[in-house]
T-cell receptor, first 112, second 112 residues
Framework: SQTIHQWPATLVQPVGSPLSLECTVEGTSNPNLYWYRQAAGRGLQLLFYSVGIGQISSEVPQNLSASRPQDRQFILSSKKLLLSDSGFYLC???????????FGPGTRLLVL | GENVEQHPSTLSVQEGDSAVIKCTYSDSASNYFPWYKQELGKRPQLIIDIRSNVGEKKDQRIAVTLNKTAKHFSLHITETQPEDSAVYFCAARNPYGQNFVFGPGTRLSVLP
């Protein structure tokens, strides 16, 4: 069976500090991978998606970046965090030939 | 690009009553429509989905209907229970893109 992991689960960072969130998927090959952000009490904002190693599509211009160094690893980064970066970051995946998308447990980020 | 609207934003029903949440989409090429349930502090969980070659799908107390001509789809929950209380998100995806577009969510409260 397939599982998706995210870490850390929670993170408190000062404004201006760097960020690295990691997502890994087990039990499948060549998945599509996604990063979403959810502000408190709000909907899901797609940040990045990737259809393969080194292939990243950005949906929203911002101070965040994403990388996919391995087939089942997706990383979200920032060089300098802003207060507005606070939120619940969700990684998701789906099989290449399937529409069904599954979410990871999420990382709750608080920027102070 | 695709735009998904969702109504109502909040919904309160008495336990045992039915709840209906409606979504509209703009891209007639969209052909896959999932519904997710998100409990407080948790990840969104897929509860039901429908593809454009089907008009209705049912799974126990949950059903989804799709009207391709009008470009809208609805989630129906019958015999609601307190544990149905959550935020529900609809989404749409077209076969040409890799990303999903989510509605803003509906907060459902089932009152005992």
């Amino acid at each position: 069976s397939q599982t998706i992991h995210q870490w850390p689960a929670t993170l408190v960072q000062p404004v201006g500090s760097p960020l690295s969130l990691e997502c890994t998927v087990e039990g499948t090959s060549n998945p599509n991978l996604y990063w979403y952000r959810q502000a408190a009490g709000r909907g899901l904002q797609l940040l990045f998606y990737s259809v393969g190693i080194g292939q990243i599509s950005s949906e929203v211009p911002q101070n965040l970046s994403a990388s996919r160094p391995q087939d089942r690893q997706f990383i979200l980064s920032s060089k300098k965090l802003l207060l507005s970066d606070s939120g619940f970051y969700l990684c998701a995946w789906n099989r290449l030939a399937s529409e069904t998308q599954y979410f990871g447990p999420g990382t709750r980020l608080l920027v102070l | 690009g695709e735009n998904v609207e969702q109504h109502p934003s909040t919904l309160s029903v008495q336990e045992g009553d039915s709840a209906v949440i409606k979504c509209t989409y703009s891209d007639s090429a969209s052909n896959y429509f999932p519904w997710y349930k998100q409990e407080l502090g948790k990840r969104p969980q897929l509860i039901i989905d429908i593809r454009s070659n089907v008009g209705e799908k049912k799974d126990q107390r949950i059903a989804v209907t799709l009207n391709k001509t009008a470009k809208h789809f609805s989630l129906h929950i019958t015999e609601t229970q307190p544990e149905d209380s959550a935020v529900y998100f609809c989404a749409a995806r077209n076969p040409y893109g890799q990303n999903f577009v989510f509605g803003p969510g509906t907060r459902l409260s089932v009152l005992p």
